[in-house]
């Protein structure tokens, strides 16, 4: 099917971030948002582009006392022709699905979602970064805002999408990377089976904000969470995926558990490592056999992928308020070598044969 998105231009443009290499992460907002509602019997529907301002909220709406949302977390890029293309949409529509199913919320559908995507960033193309390690985060996002206090799924929905023109999440040196310090986290815990680990919602983050204040009182950049069970396994950081590498081989939380987020980045990782021939293994992975290769040597790399993070090598672990440094705590070969490629394949430097990206046409 396709949609006819009408677009309110902003009468009001906010002056674009003149630096570039000083954008952070989601410090900015572009001139116009996507909104769309959803009313049960009724389905999708007063979709628009408007200009990107504060809205008015009942106190009473569901997501505010039970925390019925989704999110989810894109890029867009600039090429060096100047046009503009995404990374593998696909996987944000089927993630935000499954999200969706988990949350009792309406599915948006995914040539709906295209339409009010391009339409946005069409409005905003201007604010798209062209410089060193940016690009245009994209945040999509839904709440059940029915006026209610049951608990139950709301009938009523917002969907919106915001864009924010962004640098690097951790900060970069100029090859694009640098180490951080992550806070093993062995009290509190992300997900537990059965929960809602794998879907993207906001309280999977509220829930984990009392462990970034560990983080925090031991100079660490984020957590590395363990599994809810037994304090023992590996899972996820903060706000990304995780892979360590022992001797030849590359290893990553298993997604059965449902506990971890089916990362898009860790997917291509995936993805790339068995086509370069790298052994790549998504297994149950104890912090005791990190510990035990880190003495014998054979911890070689930990890093951290995802949409926000891209590629980000950790350098440090911190286990029970002990320094553990990664090899030599510098940025390793194949981290540098995935973020070369990734980076490069999104923004148009290197060549997509893997056919991951969404060119958009202007
Ligand atoms: C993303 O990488 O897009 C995320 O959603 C992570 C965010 C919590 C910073």
């Given amino acids: 099917m396709t949609y006819e998105i009408p677009v309110t231009k902003t009468q009001?443009?906010?002056?674009?971030?003149?630096?570039?290499?000083?954008?952070?992460?989601?410090?900015?907002?572009?001139?116009?948002?996507?909104?769309?509602?959803?009313?049960?019997?009724?389905?999708?529907h007063s979709w628009r582009v408007e200009p990107h301002a504060p809205f008015l909220i009942e106190p009473a709406s569901a997501v505010l006392h039970y925390a019925q949302m989704m999110f989810e977390g894109m890029k867009a890029y600039r090429k060096p022709d100047g046009s503009i293309q995404l990374f593998r949409p696909d996987m944000n529509i089927a993630r935000m699905k499954n999200t969706c199913e988990r949350m009792c919320m309406p599915e948006v559908p995914g040539d709906l979602f295209m339409a009010g995507l391009k339409a946005v960033i069409e409005a905003d193309k201007d604010w798209v970064p062209s410089g060193k390690n940016t690009s245009l985060y994209i945040r999509p996002f839904m709440f059940g805002d029915e006026v209610s206090f049951s608990v139950l799924p709301a009938k009523h929905y917002k969907f919106m999408i915001i864009l924010s023109p962004t640098g690097s999440y951790y900060a970069a040196n100029d090859a694009g990377l640098t180490t951080a310090r992550i806070y093993v986290q062995d009290t509190y815990i992300r997900a537990a089976r059965g929960g809602t680990g794998y879907a993207k919602v906001g309280g999977n983050y509220g829930g984990g904000m009392r462990a970034s204040q560990d983080a925090i009182r031991y100079n660490c950049k984020d957590v590395l969470w363990l599994d809810a069970a037994e304090h023992k396994y590996v899972e996820e950081i903060g706000t990304s995926n995780a892979f360590f590498v022992i001797g030849d081989e590359v290893i990553t939380a298993p997604l059965d558990s449902g506990t971890i987020l089916p990362g898009i980045t860790r997917n291509s990782v995936i993805q790339l490592l068995t086509k370069w021939g790298i052994k790549v293994f998504e297994r149950k992975l104890s912090i005791d056999e990190i510990v035990a290769a880190s003495k014998d040597g054979t911890l070689k790399e930990i890093f951290a992928s995802g949409t926000a993070a891209v590629i980000s090598p950790i350098g440090w672990l911190n286990i029970k308020g002990e320094d553990m440094q990664v090899a030599d705590g510098k940025v390793g070969t194949i981290a540098q070598r995935l973020y070369d490629k990734l980076y490069g394949m999104q923004t148009g430097v290197v060549e997509d044969d893997m056919g991951w990206t969404y060119p958009l046409g202007f």
């Avoid at 971030?17 to 954008?23: G, Q, T, V």
Wanted: net charge negative; charged share 35%.
């Fill in 12 to 44: 009001n443009p906010k002056p674009r971030p003149a630096d570039e290499s000083k954008l952070g992460f989601a410090k900015y907002f572009t001139d116009h948002m996507f909104v769309m509602e959803y009313d049960e019997g009724k389905g999708w």
